[in-house]
């Protein structure tokens, strides 16, 4: 129902929909600036990335106090939340920004992590939820997984002997082929 009012909104009046996705991006760029403000230390950041946080954050303030005036209370069986549909062209990005300001009001940000570009990672922001915080990668399956077979490879290339050491100690390839009337007879046997 909420996906067809925002279909139509958009449809109807395209400059909506641009608008919406430009809010969308905005939000997403801020969030990313706030937790990478979080990792500064271990990364090693500038002063200039906490100027930058501190304006993503006014900037998210802004979106989601847009997002809360747009938004209305709805009780639920036995709980109050906010219904962001007032306005459907903007449901969207009002969602995001309400999904934003809980991640940063409720995740534990000791706990952000930056999968590692420079061991192959994609360099995506996670919440490392595992026990003993030791989590290096965004998801196993991706980047982990893509990392260690790189590395796997690399291993198997440099254990590989070379093309004279494959066939025999100190015989060179060409020895070792079948001479011409071989590979004829060879041939013609097919």
Same mark, same amino acid.
């Given at each position: 129902?909420? =996906?067809e009012? /925002?279909?139509?909104?958009w +449809?109807?009046?395209?400059?909506?929909?641009h608008?919406?996705?430009a809010a %969308?991006? !905005?939000?997403?760029?801020?969030?990313y600036?706030?937790?990478r403000a979080?990792?500064?230390?271990?990364d090693?950041?500038?002063a200039?990335?906490?100027?930058a946080?501190?304006?993503?954050?006014?900037?998210?303030?802004q979106?989601?106090?847009?997002a809360?005036?747009? =938004?209305?209370? /709805?009780?639920d069986?036995? +709980?109050?939340?906010l219904a962001?549909?007032?306005?459907?062209?903007?449901? %969207?990005p !009002?969602?995001?920004a309400?999904?934003?300001?809980?991640?940063?009001?409720t995740a534990?940000?000791?706990?952000?992590?930056?999968?590692p570009?420079l061991?192959g990672?994609?360099?995506?922001?996670?919440?490392?939820?595992?026990?003993?915080?030791?989590r290096?990668?965004?998801?196993?399956?991706?980047?982990?997984?893509?990392v260690?077979?790189?590395?796997?490879t690399e291993?198997r290339?440099?254990?590989?002997?070379?093309?004279s050491?494959?066939?025999?100690e100190?015989?060179?390839v060409?020895?070792?082929?079948?001479?011409?009337?071989?590979?004829?007879?060879?041939?013609k046997?097919?």
């Amino acid at each position: 129902m909420e =996906a067809e009012q /925002v279909d139509r909104a958009w +449809r109807d009046e395209p400059a909506a929909a641009h608008a919406g996705l430009a809010a %969308v991006r !905005d939000i997403r760029e801020g969030l990313y600036l706030v937790l990478r403000a979080a990792i500064i230390d271990a990364d090693g950041g500038t002063a200039d990335d906490l100027v930058a946080a501190g304006a993503a954050l006014v900037a998210l303030h802004q979106r989601w106090s847009g997002a809360v005036a747009r =938004a209305r209370f /709805v009780l639920d069986s036995s +709980r109050v939340r906010l219904a962001y549909d007032t306005v459907p062209a903007m449901l %969207v990005p !009002d969602r995001i920004a309400e999904a934003a300001y809980d991640v940063m009001l409720t995740a534990d940000l000791t706990r952000v992590r930056r999968c590692p570009v420079l061991e192959g990672g994609c360099g995506w922001l996670f919440l490392d939820r595992s026990r003993n915080g030791s989590r290096r990668w965004c998801r196993m399956a991706d980047c982990g997984n893509v990392v260690k077979a790189r590395r796997l490879t690399e291993r198997r290339r440099a254990a590989r002997p070379s093309g004279s050491e494959a066939v025999g100690e100190g015989v060179p390839v060409r020895a070792v082929m079948p001479s011409r009337d071989a590979q004829q007879t060879f041939a013609k046997a097919l």
